[in-house]
């Protein structure tokens, strides 16, 4: 059984810093179908940075040169350093993974940790 849980989020204010972590249990950590997402109030949700099934690495533009996602694979963890925070980052967060070769379908969600950014 796959789990992913996420932590690490929290209040700050803007210009701050925080790291997220995802344990994944039951699956392996990898640069393979894996990545953040994040959903704010009345918006959809959109992927923050995400490795796809060529294992390429992709940012939003909105958060390019900000945040950097990174593993640890000893620990089997998956993590996002947000840095130089905005208020319009302020929402859930999750980490999600799953997929194959012909592309990811992230079928494997975890439950989220919020982050807030005040001004």
């Known amino acids: 059984q796959v789990q992913l849980v996420e932590s690490g989020g929290g209040s700050v204010q803007a210009g701050g810093s925080l790291r997220l972590s995802c344990a994944a249990s039951?699956?392996?950590?990898?640069?393979?179908?894996m990545g953040w997402f994040r959903q704010a109030p009345g918006k959809e949700r959109e992927g923050v940075a995400t490795f796809d099934s060529r294992l390429s690495l992709s940012y939003a533009d909105s958060v390019k040169g900000r945040f950097t996602i990174s593993q640890d694979n000893p620990e089997n963890t998956l993590y996002l350093q947000m840095n130089s925070l905005k208020p319009e980052d302020t929402a859930m967060y999750y980490c999600?993974?799953?997929?194959?070769?012909?592309?990811?379908?992230?079928?494997?969600w975890g439950q989220g940790t919020q982050v807030t950014v005040s001004s």
């Open positions: 039951g699956y392996t950590v990898s640069r393979f179908c």
């Open positions: 999600a993974a799953g997929g194959s070769w012909l592309r990811c379908d992230y079928k494997y």
